[in-house]
């Protein structure tokens, strides 16, 4: 066979620095900035929460982000074979990521579709003023009580639009790189700020929005000395930046060579907590309004997540003046900022599959997107689809995305050594440049965290079963779910790579490697320097 037949499909690419600053961005603005920021620095002392806040996103948030740009784009790869091409025995960690975001994607698309039904109930006010918890949970959800078992029992004001976000989303995906994802973020991002704007000057000047402020600003310095609000700090910098997702990996292997990519991930870093402040500020001043209305106080109705999004807005919506468009802009910006973190997510394992197979990007986007949303709908659109989303999301973030963190960087630091390397390649193209301090955030510091953190995680989720869930649920949709991730990781690395895949026969990157004087090992793929020390 000719060597033409079995080369590597042309890695795709980003049409510029600033369209992949654009979607880096969109992926770490998602759901979280919107509707868990806020509580969490209101939770961990208002104000004073700025400090710990700060700290963790500059000895963790942002290093552990260059760490993730330097490996894909040192590696120019995937995850799985950026790590493969990192150290062969390095390859699991990046199927690890893959699968995780495999989990995340198939809930992650029916929160953006129950925000996209609640930005057409919002025009309506179609739950009905004071009927908004019963609305969600029993009108709209039909949701059923998980101790009998699963319901596959269909909800069709669910599932229809949870098809047709899987229709959007498979078909950016299937335009690529450049003309997919860089295209949909350059339209979504900035619609995301215009309309998230809009929405902090229409909360601003409702009644009582100045008390909701104070609540959310005025400090309380003694959290400052409680270590878990300090956990909650670095917890939350950990998944708002997209780290150890495989998603960063990805999006910086489509760069161009020489690209400043400290400075990226500079702005990429400050461009998510803007707007995670910019969200405190306008959920806030919106819960001001509805305490002033309730004659109650801010701590009375304050709440995260769904409870936030889905039950306490709507209420605001039906007590404010204007209150549907600030329905329509609140419940359009969670759907935006879903859609541009969605396809970051579904990214990650397209790539790893179209690098091991060989595979274009058609056929790649619709083998794993396809079966995908056919899982999403048999799952999260049935009458026990919360509590399935709740768990599930519940434990793969403590014990799949920290614990993929965690066992990254002890091994990328510690057993392969490799720090060195990835510093170098940073500091070869990047105006902001790492050294000792860089790698001792990455190799002692972050690993420090991340252990503290999954350990108090792992003793309180032994100790107290998840929100009173039945332990075969927990077996099968939390425990069960996340040891069968780190086997699967392992089984997929011992996959054959397909010999028209990137792992041995690229001429794009063997270019890059003599161009920045390394070689490639013929055998393994594991990277050497031209002197022959190994890299």
Known sequence: ??????????????????????????????????WRFPYVA???????????????????????????????????????????RLHRAAEPLGWWQVLIC??????????????????????????????????????????????????????PQVGIPLLVVWVVTIVIMGFGVK??????????????????????????????AMDGLNAFFTPNWQALGDPAVWASAYGHIFFSLSVAFGIMVTYSSYLKRKTD???SGLVVGFANSGFEILAGIGVFAALGFMAQAQSA????????????????????????????????????????AGLTSMISILEVIVAAIQDKLGWGRIRATLIVTIPLA????AFFSTTTALAVLDTTDAFVNAFGIMAVALVAVIVVAWLLHKLPVLSEHLNRRSSFRTGLTWKLLVGLLAPIVLGYLFISELVAKINTPYEGYPDWFLSIFGWGMV?????????????????????????????????????????????????????
């Open 297 to 336: 106080q801010v701590s009375d109705v304050a709440s995260a997540g769904i409870g936030l999004a889905f039950v306490a807005f709507p209420t605001i919506v039906s007590q404010a003046a204007g209150g549907p468009l600030i329905g329509v802009l609140f419940f359009g910006a969670l759907t935006f």
């Open 261 to 263: 990519l400290t400075g």
């Open 483 to 535: 040891i069968s991730l780190v086997i699967l990781a392992v089984i997929l690395s011992l996959v054959p790579w397909s010999r028209r895949s990137h792992a041995k026969d690229d001429p794009e990157y063997d270019e890059f490697l003599v161009e920045e004087s390394y070689e490639p090992d013929a055998e393994t793929g594991t990277i050497r320097t031209a002197e022959g020390a190994g890299a």
């Open 1 to 34: 066979m000719s060597t033409a037949t079995t080369r590597a499909p042309k890695r795709e690419a980003f049409g510029s620095r600033n369209v992949f600053i654009l979607s880096a961005i969109g992926s770490a603005v998602g759901l979280g900035n919107i």
């Open 42 to 84: 209101y939770e961990g002392g208002g104000g004073a929460f700025l400090i710990p806040y700060l700290c963790a996103l500059l000895t963790a948030g942002i290093p552990l982000l260059f760490f993730d740009y330097a490996i894909g784009h040192r590696f120019r790869g995937s995850a799985p074979l950026a790590f493969r």
């Open 179 to 208: 003309r997919g994802i860089g295209a949909a973020n350059s339209v979504l991002l900035p619609l995301l700020t215009v309309m998230f704007i809009v929405l902090v000057v229409q909360s601003l000047f409702l009644p009582g």
């Open 102 to 155: 495999v989990v995340i994607s198939v809930y992650y698309a029916v929160i953006i579709a129950w925000a996209a039904m609640y930005t057409w109930f919002s025009a309506q006010l179609s739950w009905g003023p004071g009927n908004e918890n019963d609305f969600f949970f029993g009108d709209f959800l039909n949701m059923g009580d998980v101790a009998g078992g699963i319901s596959l029992e269909f909800v």
């Open 374 to 377: 056919v899982i999403s709908m």
